[in-house]
């Protein structure tokens, strides 16, 4: 099955909500940041992960932004650069 490679991005406006969606999202891919995920999904995986997002999201307050990278076939790596503090994998974060 074809699989694509989605940036995962959120803006959740209530605490309770955002750890629930950064849970889910946890299931799907890897933490880039505290609210960015990397996630190669096939599109049965995406339908399911937008699924479970549906009943945690406040669709009046939140956003949960999916960015297509291409193909997760073709992956050479994701290159990641930034501006002001270096970049470094987390592989668990805990908000508090």
Do not use: W
């Amino acid at each position: 099955m074809k699989r694509t490679r989605f940036l995962v991005c959120y803006d959740i406006s209530n605490p309770k909500r955002l750890r629930r969606v950064a849970k889910v999202l946890e299931g799907y891919g890897r933490r880039l940041q505290f609210s960015v995920f990397e996630c190669p999904l096939g599109s049965l995986r995406f339908s399911k992960l937008k699924s479970d997002l549906q009943g945690v999201l406040n669709h009046d307050q939140d956003q949960v932004m999916f960015v297509s990278l291409g193909g997760a076939e073709a992956d050479a790596g994701l290159v990641i650069e930034t501006m002001g503090q270096p970049y470094v994998a987390h592989t668990r974060i805990t908000v508090v």
